[in-house]
């Protein structure tokens, strides 16, 4: 079975770009999770998705936004990109929202210069 | 004050040693508790989930201190293969967000 899928991989903008990263869940799971991590530090929420509606949000601008399509795979946007919006992007898919299992994506890697 | 911490390490461990460490949690009504594995550059891998009774897979072994707010990770029979970064997860709310420690990082040496 094909595990999450994340596109691109790798992405270089510039500052006050905007950025769209694209996630497919596992097949059947429904519930959708974006983090950030910066290099040194752990992953950091950033939004979850069920059911195409944002169920949670974590500490993170406006600037950040996202959306889960009726096949459950999801984006996530992010306007006018600062240098340190640099990171690695995951998502993760678990199969409902209370799963407490998370499987990650190999995530995108976000340079922003 | 982090929600979760851990100790950065490195923990720098013989082949065929014992390493264990902790993670502290800050929040009491934090519910559930996991331990995910982080090879460099890579994404995290679920390594398993940590029970209030203690648990143990192969030669991992986690365990819960509700009293003490405090988890931890024992691997026995240290492999080179179990280098990596070990980041501890405490799930706080009930739809499924997970706060992660900055992570402990194990090197085997030969």
């Known amino acids: 079975d094909a595990g999450v899928t994340q596109s691109p991989t790798h992405l270089i903008k510039t500052r006050g770009q905007h950025v769209t990263l694209r996630c497919s869940p596992i097949?059947?799971?429904?519930?959708v999770s974006w983090y950030q991590q910066v290099l040194g530090q752990g992953p950091q929420f950033i939004f979850q998705y069920y059911e195409k509606e944002e169920r949670g949000r974590g500490n993170f601008p406006d600037r950040f936004s996202a959306r889960q399509f009726p096949n459950y795979s999801s984006e996530l946007n992010v306007n006018a990109l600062l240098l340190g919006d640099s990171a690695l992007y995951l998502c993760?898919?678990?199969?409902?929202?209370?799963?407490?299992?998370?499987?990650f994506g190999p995530g995108t890697r976000l340079t922003v210069t | 004050r982090k929600e979760v911490e851990q100790d950065p390490g490195p923990f720098n461990v013989p082949e065929g040693a014992t390493v264990a460490f902790n993670c502290t949690y800050s929040?009491?009504?934090?519910?559930?508790f996991f331990w995910y594995r982080q090879d460099c550059r890579k994404e995290p891998k679920l390594l398993m989930s940590v029970y209030s009774s203690g648990n143990e897979d192969g030669r991992f072994t986690a365990q819960l201190n509700r009293a003490s707010q405090y988890i931890s990770l024992l691997i026995r029979d240290s492999k080179l293969s179990d280098s990596a970064t070990y980041l501890c997860v405490a799930l706080t709310d009930s739809w499924g967000k997970f706060q992660f420690g900055a992570g402990t990082q194990v090197v085997v040496t030969p």
């Open positions: 097949s059947g799971h429904k519930s």
């Open positions: 993760a898919s678990s199969l409902l929202q209370f799963s407490y299992e998370q499987y």
């Open positions: 929040n009491s009504a934090s519910q559930s």
